[in-house]
């Protein structure tokens, strides 16, 4: 395992793949960072569609929205990983909500996939979440059931290309002391 701080700032959106399928055991330990991710009282909300169909991924690379600079990618890659989250789950207590916020199944997918993410940088493997597509679309592609949602495409695979990172705000301008 390498420094964390490294594995944190090092992992960058890859959207170029070489033509390299990802051995099982490697895609298992990215798949059990998900695994070990934190949420929501433990609820675990998440499933995982492993696609490694070509078809399947022209089919879904049609879902795009125009200009997603991740397009090449859905078929590029040699697996996606579509990042699934079952509702009224998380943040809720005997079927009702607990918070303002509803249903943090949306938060709980944000962690387990930031875990992905680094766990595959750190197996030397390059991700880009991927949001901006029809979901409703993509979904049925997927046979995604009722009372789950599809939410993010993670092309996974060995990094052709790897850019520079983008410009980060400064913690002055972000970080509030003792009040907002
Ligand atoms: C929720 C979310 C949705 C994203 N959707 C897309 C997308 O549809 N297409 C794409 O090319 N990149 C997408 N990205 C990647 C971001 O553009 C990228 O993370 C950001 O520019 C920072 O670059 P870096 O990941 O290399 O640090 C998405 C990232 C997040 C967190």
């Given amino acids: 395992m390498g420094n964390l701080m490294e594995v944190i700032k090092g992992r960058r959106s890859i959207r170029n793949y070489e033509d390299k399928m990802v051995p099982d055991d490697v895609l298992n330990q990215v798949l059990e960072a998900v695994q070990w991710a934190p949420s929501w009282a433990n609820t675990q909300c998440w499933e ?11 089919k879904l690379q049609e879902t795009m929205a125009k200009g997603n600079p991740a397009t090449k990618a859905i078929v590029n890659a040699p697996i996606i990983l579509a990042v699934c989250g079952k509702l009224k789950s ?11 916020f509803g249903d943090w199944f949306m938060f709980d997918l944000g962690l387990a996939t930031q875990s992905l993410c680094l766990a595959a940088h750190d197996l030397g493997l390059g991700t880009v979440i991927v949001g901006l597509y029809d979901h409703d679309q993509a979904g049925k592609i997927l046979g995604v059931p009722e009372g ?17 990172a983008p410009k980060r705000r400064n913690l002055g301008e972000f970080v509030h002391q003792d009040a907002f």
């Fill in 90 to 100: 998380s943040g809720y207590y005997k079927e009702q909500v607990t918070t303002k």
């Fill in 148 to 164: 789950y949602e599809l939410v993010a495409l993670i092309p996974l695979g060995y990094p052709a290309k790897v850019s520079s």
């Fill in 48 to 58: 995982i569609i492993i696609v490694k169909d070509a078809a399947t991924k022209q």
